[in-house]
């Protein structure tokens, strides 16, 4: 006997198999109502799941194979940790003696790293740094300035200027990899025969530093 017509109470689960599906013949009006703003993914029995939505702003993250896609805020890309000391007031640097030069005063230090002279690479912060250094000496004479950049004990670079006017002075920058707890101090040199001044001021005297973003 034909069969003319097949009713919904006659049609069971195991018979409507993938090859009975014609293709895109699925709807968006038939899929299951869901909720705003979530995205169909897979959970790690490879079963569809929803993505929980997120804020605005947020972007949908990975967290790898045998782990559900999330939606998270977006890590922040800055120029920190960043420092600026200068010397307010005037440093006698001995003749032929290797001086650590003193910044009393701060323009700006982001993360507090930088104290007694010295900028300290906080937890979390290694990378790498670009470094500047720069010091004035006071008079008219003929002579080398020499400027050092330290790492822990040890001077990692240096600059060399021959002074021959008034108020020459000598400048280092650099780019450098630092690992956190390191410690980065400036010194300096010169062989005029007598002690000489170091003219005070922030555009006289800086050490100064800022990790590179993405470092």
């Not at 005037?90 to 030069?101: F, G, P, R, Y």
């Not at 937890?123 to 004479?141: C, D, K, M, W």
């Not at 062989?191 to 006289?204: F, H, Q």
């Amino acid at each position: 006997m034909a069969i003319d017509k097949i009713t919904t109470p006659a049609v069971t689960d195991a018979n409507i198999t993938t090859d009975k599906v014609t293709d895109n013949a699925i709807t968006l009006a038939k899929m299951a109502s869901g909720t705003d703003g979530n995205i169909i993914s897979y959970d790690t029995s490879g079963n569809p799941v929803a993505v929980a939505t997120g804020s605005s702003g947020q972007v949908l993250t990975s967290a790898g194979a045998g782990a559900v896609p999330s939606f998270q805020a977006v890590a922040s890309a800055t120029n920190l940790p960043a420092f600026h000391a200068y010397n307010a007031s005037s440093q006698t640097l001995a003749n032929t003696t290797e001086t650590q030069l003193v910044y009393s005063n701060e323009l700006f230090d982001s993360n507090n790293a930088f104290t007694n002279n010295t900028f300290t690479v906080p937890s979390g912060q290694a990378g790498n740094y670009i470094i500047t250094l720069r010091y004035i000496l006071e008079g008219v004479f003929n002579s080398r300035m020499v400027l050092y950049l330290r790492q822990n004990s040890n001077n990692i670079m240096g600059m060399q200027s021959h002074h021959e006017s008034t108020d020459n002075g000598v400048n280092l920058t650099t780019c450098v990899y630092l690992s956190a707890g390191n410690t980065m101090t400036a010194r300096a040199y010169q062989d005029s025969g007598s002690s000489r001044t170091i003219v005070a001021g922030s555009i006289w005297t800086e050490f100064s530093g800022v990790k590179m973003i993405g470092s």
